[in-house]
């Protein structure tokens, strides 16, 4: 089964050499789920912690 891509990076691609990608799941509640739903996504200016092998934005 495709999944859809709710969210790309252009900017990272452009001003780094991306050596490496995960598929990763997130989990989302209420207006976070509404909104990319909408189209409204922005991870700009996210990055992501890992701790005990599990990811957080």
Same mark, same amino acid.
């Given at each position: 089964m @495709?999944? &859809?891509?709710?969210?790309? +990076?252009? &900017? %990272?691609?452009?001003?780094?050499?991306?050596?490496?990608?995960?598929? *990763? /799941?997130?989990?989302l509640h /209420?207006f976070?789920v &509404?909104s990319? &739903? +909408?189209?409204r *996504? @922005?991870?700009? @200016?996210?990055y992501?912690?890992?701790k +005990?092998?599990? %990811?957080?934005?």
């Amino acid at each position: 089964m @495709d999944m &859809k891509e709710f969210a790309y +990076n252009r &900017k %990272a691609h452009f001003e780094y050499t991306i050596l490496e990608t995960f598929e *990763v /799941g997130l989990v989302l509640h /209420g207006f976070e789920v &509404k909104s990319i &739903k +909408n189209g409204r *996504v @922005d991870l700009s @200016d996210s990055y992501a912690l890992i701790k +005990n092998n599990e %990811a957080y934005l």
